[in-house]
């Protein structure tokens, strides 16, 4: 294996952690393990919630391992999924990234998207934002 390849790998592990620490932060929280599965519930609701092709611009600016857990059980047949709904949106992310209520995973859902928006561009995140119901968009900006 290249040096190349090594450092690649050591990147990306030293981007997630970046990530992960972020979003600790934004929840006030040290546990790793928490933090971990609501940013992979949160990017594979993304994900599902997303065209393919917006998934795919999406995608191409996350580091490359949160890349994997962004496509990991992806259906490119099912996509966008219908969720329309604060309700659905708030219970999938809190059985997903197994949250106490949706009360949490409204806070963990606007701490994601206050990481995400540091790490990825504007008019990427803005797009991303466009595809999704008033009410999604609310939850994410924190705003129920």
């Avoid at 979003?23 to 006030?28: C, I, S, V």
């Avoid at 940013?39 to 580091?63: F, G, K, M, N, S």
């Avoid at 995400?116 to 991303?128: A, I, K, P, Q, T």
């Amino acid at each position: 294996m290249s040096t190349g390849t090594l450092d690649s790998i050591d990147r990306t592990v030293h981007q997630t952690n970046e990530w992960l620490s972020e979003l600790n932060r934004e929840r006030q929280s040290d546990d790793r393990a928490q933090a971990w599965r609501v940013l992979r519930a949160y990017l594979q609701l993304l994900r599902d919630r997303l065209t393919i092709d917006e998934a795919a611009q999406l995608a191409a600016q996350l580091p490359q391992l949160l890349r994997g857990v962004f496509y990991e059980g992806f259906d490119p047949g099912h996509q966008p999924e219908k969720i329309r709904d604060r309700e659905t949106f708030l219970a999938r992310l809190a059985e997903r990234a197994q949250l106490a209520d949706p009360n949490e995973a409204a806070r963990a859902a606007a701490a994601a998207t206050r990481v995400m928006r540091r790490h990825v561009s504007e008019g990427e995140f803005d797009d991303v934002l466009s595809q999704l119901p008033a009410e999604i968009r609310e939850v994410l900006a924190g705003d129920s």
